[in-house]
């Protein structure tokens, strides 16, 4: 994870980071977190984004690895519309008619599958219900359709893609499904002759559905979807958690031509600092919990909260006490990228694309006849340019309070864009 100086003058309220065991110092700067552990920038804040506009009347689609019934994408209640799960025999769908959840589809066992798309969906589409709004995703008033792709030993197969883009074809005029968002990815790269998620990908664009696909983490060339000509693929930045684009670098994220020889990604956002809910049940949530305890308990009740829990912790702990315990605490916190009890900070294109997805939930908010291609052209034409990298290499750079200020316009027959 990368790491730079901490801008103290950003703090706020007097906040400082936790002391901790030869680590460096956090970037994070702002934070109104109740009991926080480090001060975090909210993802509207980071984005400088429209606050007026928040996905209103608009469906967007996430298909990924798995759900919980967090409140932060249950509330406000009757958004989520459904929740089906593919890729294995009969697509098995849970329609949550008047917005009431009788039950929810997945089951207890294993929580560390749902976790991905539980974050994911937040970090787009969350109302920050657990932290009072101040985390909330760029769209949180969008309905949701949640599509469960069904994975082994946490890897999704290219087969179970399709079928979860298959049926989202099949249902969108039904959910009126507007936005796609895919943080997940394909075996190997294609062409679109040879794609059948690409070629998906091109009948719903066709369909009126936007496509947003997140390109991936590390080196080499980008694989379906995210290779597909239609869709917004999106790599990652690190803005230092700075509002001094001078500060900005990549992320490091796959790209390149694709085999089609269309560039790749067609844009950056943030993809590192992004505060999102930890999942109930998780072992991250198990211990963010117990070291919210620990953080404010006396040296007593420390002990007897170690002794009672102490699977959930480093073995370190248990001998630990006074100061040593102390910085301790303060490096578990730091390891699990805890924000507050309720939220972590995450990492890699999987959260930079619902950042996307969620600003053109908010374009489509304001001007809802621009058609998926118009969307992704006033997307990148609204998009700053910035130079990153030793050669200075033009990067378009996510920019959502233009993006939604350039889709007014268009749908008013003006331009803001110069």
Do not use: C
Not at 173 to 189: K, M, P, Q, W, Y
């Amino acid at each position: 994870m990368a790491t730079s100086r901490v801008h103290r003058r950003r703090l706020r309220g007097g906040l400082k980071p936790p002391p901790g065991v030869g680590l460096p110092p956090l970037p994070f700067r702002g934070g109104e977190s109740e009991t926080p552990f480090f001060p975090a920038l909210s993802i509207v804040e980071r984005l400088g984004a429209d606050q007026d506009a928040q996905g209103r009347g608009v469906t967007i689609a996430f298909l990924d690895s798995g759900f919980s019934d967090h409140r932060d994408l249950l509330y406000p209640p009757g958004r989520i519309l459904v929740h089906a799960t593919t890729g294995r025999g009969v697509p098995v769908e849970r329609v949550f008619e008047a917005g009431w959840i009788d039950g929810w589809p997945e089951g207890p066992a294993d929580p560390d599958l749902r976790w991905h798309g539980t974050m994911v969906a937040a970090v787009g589409a969350g109302s920050g219900l657990s932290s009072h709004g101040r985390f909330r995703g760029l769209a949180p008033a969008a309905r949701l359709v949640l599509v469960r792709v069904p994975n082994s030993r946490h890897r999704i197969k290219a087969g179970e893609v399709r079928q979860g883009l298959q049926w989202i074809l099949r249902n969108r005029s039904r959910f009126d499904i507007r936005v796609v968002n895919l943080s997940i990815g394909g075996d190997v790269a294609e062409s679109l002759a040879e794609s059948p998620i690409d070629q998906l990908v091109t009948a719903l664009t066709d369909a009126g559905v936007v496509v947003v696909a997140a390109a991936g983490n590390g080196m080499g060339g980008v694989v379906p979807p995210a290779s597909a000509r239609d869709a917004i693929t999106v790599g990652g930045l690190n803005d230092q958690n700075h509002d001094d684009p001078k500060q900005f670098e990549r992320w490091p994220s796959r790209g390149g031509p694709t085999l089609d020889r269309i560039a790749k990604p067609d844009l950056v956002a943030p993809s590192v600092w992004l505060p999102a809910p930890t999942v109930a049940g998780t072992k991250v949530a198990l211990q963010a919990t117990l070291l919210t305890m620990l953080r404010a308990a006396s040296p007593t009740t420390r002990a007897l909260l170690i002794k009672e829990h102490r699977r959930l912790l480093p073995k370190t702990f248990v001998a630990a006490r006074g100061d040593r315990l102390t910085a301790l605490i303060a490096r578990r916190i730091r390891e699990l990228k805890l924000v507050d009890e309720h939220y972590q900070h995450v990492d890699g294109t999987s959260f930079a694309a619902p950042l996307v997805s969620g600003t053109i939930a908010q374009m489509i908010e304001v001007a809802p006849k621009l058609s998926p291609r118009e969307l992704k052209l006033v997307l990148l034409a609204s998009a700053k340019t910035l130079p990153m990298g030793a050669e200075g290499q033009l990067v378009k750079v996510l920019d959502p309070a233009r993006a939604v200020a350039a889709a007014r316009a268009s749908a008013s027959g003006l331009s803001t864009l110069g």
